[in-house]
């Protein structure tokens, strides 16, 4: 019996069902990768751009960099791996969550049932309030630009239809040149007027606690049948303890990746099947076992 074969039987019968989807999944829809962590963004890094310590320092560089990136996640559309995640969330005869890394707002887009739907690095589509007395989030604007002075990214459109349309990493589109805002110019909280924050989780902060609640939640309720890992070598913290655990539960694992260890796809691993390729082709094909 072929890997998909065996795939699709244990998918048929699980109950209990997690995906674990990272970059790779939406790179199909034109996003960059973000690999590394120097030298994507024209004079800047991730540094400058995605730490607290940045936007304390340059809340309108940080701003910038983030209007930008949801100009380009509005662009991209969900591709048929984002719809093949959101017809299996509606399935009421099985459980089923997603664990996403992305902040792209693209599961959302293509359907996906919220409720199953964990962004543990949260989304460019959500806006904080930064007063610790205040509590406002808001979720789900779609605002684009954001703010008036939030629509000069400094790049040339055309170029960057181009390059986005490269999936291998190397020509991903450059943030560069960005003016200089006054925190005026900034998005602010409706309830208190302070600035507010892209609701995303940077570098040197903890995911939020509420959300792994929700996921731990879920993975106690029960032994979960079936982890698919899409997108993402799942070798991170928390994804690798998702993995484990299940693992450890006696459930299987399935990996859709561009790049898949041997071991893997040889067969050589119990209980885990690799589709190395590209997540958004396999997972419609794979996902359909009725
Ligand atoms: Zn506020």
């Known amino acids: 019996m072929s890997q998909l074969q065996e795939f699709q ?18 790179a199909s829809s034109g996003l960059p990768t973000f690999r590394g962590s120097q030298g994507l963004w024209k004079n800047f890094n991730m540094i400058d751009l995605a730490t607290p310590d940045a936007f304390y320092i340059d809340p309108g560089l940080v701003w910038q960099f983030y209007a930008w990136r949801r100009h380009q996640a509005l662009k991209a559309q969900p591709n048929s791996g984002h719809y093949a995640l959101a017809q299996l969330s509606k399935q009421t005869e099985k459980e ?12 959302t887009r293509a359907g996906h049932r919220k409720s199953g739907l964990h962004e543990i690095h949260g989304s460019l589509f959500e806006l904080r ?41 190397v020509d991903e589109p450059t943030f560069a040149a960005p003016q200089a805002l006054l925190v005026d110019d900034l998005p602010k909280c409706p309830v208190c ?24 939640g879920f993975l106690q309720a029960g032994p979960v049948d079936l982890i698919m890992v899409i997108g993402t070598s799942g070798t991170v913290y928390p994804a690798n303890s998702y993995v ?16 898949i260890e041997s071991e893997i796809l040889r067969g050589d691993v119990a209980n885990t099947w690799g589709f190395q390729g590209d997540a958004a082709e396999w997972l419609p094909k794979a996902l359909d076992v009725s």
Do not use: H
């Open 96 to 107: 089923f969550i997603t664990i996403t890394q992305n902040v792209d707002g693209l599961l």
């Open 193 to 216: 007027n302070t600035l507010m924050r892209p609701g995303v989780v940077w570098f040197g902060e903890s995911l939020s606690l509420r959300t792994l609640d929700g996921i731990d």
């Open 244 to 259: 484990d655990l299940v693992r450890r539960g006696g459930g299987a694992v399935a990996v859709f990746n561009t790049d």
């Open 129 to 169: 309030c930064t007063s610790f007395t205040c509590t406002y989030i808001e979720r789900n604007n779609y605002k684009d630009p954001l703010t008036k002075n939030l629509s000069d990214f400094g790049f040339d459109e055309d170029d960057l239809d181009t390059t986005m349309e490269t999936l291998d990493g």
């Open 9 to 26: 039987d244990c998918l048929r019968n699980a109950k209990r069902i997690v995906a674990l989807v990272g970059a790779g999944l939406s």
